[in-house]
């Protein structure tokens, strides 16, 4: 495996931007190609085996780019196809963002409840859930759904009255509950991060799934000798399968940077 090579990162839509921001600011030297599947979106309202044919079409593209690792930035994909893509690709490390963020969880409760906030479908799937009575039997895990967290976090609306608001009404019976903990069970939500501290309160940990995957990424790379090494410039491609100039409004605010260009591909089955 080179070193050199690009990791590949991929999503439903923009979500799994916010997994690639943090990536490219954890590891600065690393080359990405992050793949959108916008002509499918949203993954949550499919059946696992459906997700798991769309997620195996992008994954199969990524490694046409010779790619040395690939990030699932997709909650939806990480809890219903991991294994089937960590067996399609057996010579590339595959990881997910469900089992970083359970074990960040896991690590920072103090023994009372962690919070899972998610899109309803994560939520149904049961994984984070799974997984932290796996890592953390002791603690109690309370799932909420925040679906209209998705809609604010693509129109820019992270701040104000409005996010605070739909914030408060999802998230205020958790505060008088004892929550220490919450998991960020959505790749959108890091953008309402701090509202939705606001509104837990400034006692509970913020677990971020981008952080924590991020982090996750950069011990394996560096446990396998596949960090590039600094020097040379730095190359970060954008691909989606539809609607590109949309794609490339809403990159570049969950990116927090220009986006020169949003190249269109097309995933054949």
Not at 67 to 76: E, G, M, Q, R, S
Not at 203 to 226: C, F, H, K
């Amino acid at each position: 495996m080179n070193p050199g090579a690009p990791i590949g990162v991929f999503d439903s839509g923009v979500g799994g931007l916010t997994v690639l921001r943090t990536l490219i600011e954890r590891l600065p030297h690393e080359h990405t190609v992050y793949l959108g599947d916008t002509a499918r979106v949203p993954y949550g309202t499919r059946s696992g085996e459906v997700v798991t044919r769309y997620a195996l079409l992008s994954a199969r593209h990524l490694v046409s780019h010779d790619i040395k690792a690939l990030v699932v930035a997709c909650n939806t994909v990480s809890a219903h196809s991991l294994p089937a893509l960590q067996e399609a690709l057996p010579t590339i490390p595959v990881i997910g963002v469900i089992e970083p963020g359970a074990q960040t969880a896991a690590a920072r409760t103090r023994g009372g409840t962690i919070a899972v906030l998610g899109t309803p479908s994560t939520i149904a799937s049961g994984a984070y859930q799974a997984a932290l009575g796996r890592l953390a039997p002791l603690a109690r895990v309370v799932a909420r759904a925040c679906p209209l967290f998705v809609p604010l976090a693509e129109e820019g609306w992270t701040e104000g009255e409005v996010p605070r608001l739909v914030a408060e009404r999802y998230l205020a019976d958790l505060r008088r509950s004892g929550v220490d903990t919450a998991v960020l069970g959505c790749t959108h939500y890091p953008l309402l991060a701090r509202t939705i501290a606001e509104a837990l309160g400034r006692e509970v940990a913020i677990v971020d799934s981008a952080e924590a995957t991020a982090a996750a990424l950069s011990t394996l790379l560096q446990a396998r000798g596949l960090l590039r090494p600094p020097g040379g410039a730095v190359r970060h491609r954008t691909l989606c399968t539809d609607v590109p100039e949309r794609f490339r409004t809403v990159a570049e605010r969950f990116l927090g940077r220009p986006v020169e260009s949003v190249e269109l591909v097309d995933l054949a089955f």
